[in-house]
């Protein structure tokens, strides 16, 4: 089992829909969580931290679930603008070096007009 | 405020000839990073610096070196590059001081190279 996994997509929805993506993670020790955002040909730049109670900025949903190991990222009134890869990034102990922080490959959406 | 830079921005080699790709970062971080990303794969951590003067090995070390010449800059060196080294590189920073929020990483604009 990949230490991080995702839904690759691609995810291809109508401007304006709800759309979500989980990322699983298996390390239950984990200690925090980020989804980053990856435009074509870019670098990969932070969306949002993922905490425990979970918090959300605008449009933009995230959630921990513990229990079953996953977090979530939610996307309301989805924009043209939000076609991206979203990257899910867990590491595993931040009061160490963050030698051990893992990347997901990545959950491809696509917003059509 | 740049924050990280990287240069070359592309480069194309023939298998066999070496190369430093050069980055650095003016956030005053503490760590380092250099990955490389290719399709389906994901990014995979190749080197990382957790401060001025100490590196460690990643997941895919094989084939490069590093230097982390100060706390600004972090080079990588393909000493004889392999056609299975044709990939995307990212280099990343993190403040990492143990304060919330400080892992968070920040990334170069990458270097696309094509090793014939």
């Known amino acids: 089992r990949k230490e991080v996994e995702q839904d690759p997509g691609p995810f291809n929805v109508p401007e304006g829909a709800t759309v979500a993506f989980n990322c699983t993670y298996s390390?239950?020790?984990?200690?925090?969580f980020f989804w980053y955002r990856q435009d074509c040909r870019k670098e990969p730049k932070l969306l949002m931290s993922v905490y425990s109670s979970g918090n959300e900025d605008g449009r933009f949903t995230a959630q921990l679930n513990r229990a079953s190991q996953y977090i979530s990222l939610l996307i309301r009134d989805s924009k043209l603008s939000d076609s991206a890869t979203y990257l899910c990034v867990v590491n595993p102990n931040r009061y160490s070096s963050a030698s051990k922080i893992i990347f997901g490959s990545g959950t491809r959406l696509s917003i059509r007009p | 405020n740049a924050g990280v830079t990287q240069t070359p921005k592309f480069q194309v080699l023939k298998t066999g000839q070496s190369m430093t790709l050069q980055c650095a970062q003016d956030m005053n971080h503490n760590s380092m990073y250099w990955y490389r990303q290719d399709p389906g794969m994901g990014l995979r951590l190749i080197y990382y610096?957790?401060?001025?003067?100490?590196?460690d090995k990643g997941e895919v070390p094989n084939g490069y070196n590093v230097s982390r010449l100060n706390k600004r800059e972090f080079s990588l060196r393909l000493e004889s590059a392999a056609p299975s080294q044709t990939s995307v590189y990212f280099c990343a920073s993190s403040e990492d001081s143990y304060s919330d929020s400080t892992d968070t990483q920040y990334f170069g604009p990458g270097t696309r190279l094509t090793v014939l």
């Open positions: 390390n239950s020790a984990s200690q925090s």
């Open positions: 610096s957790a401060s001025e003067g100490t590196t």
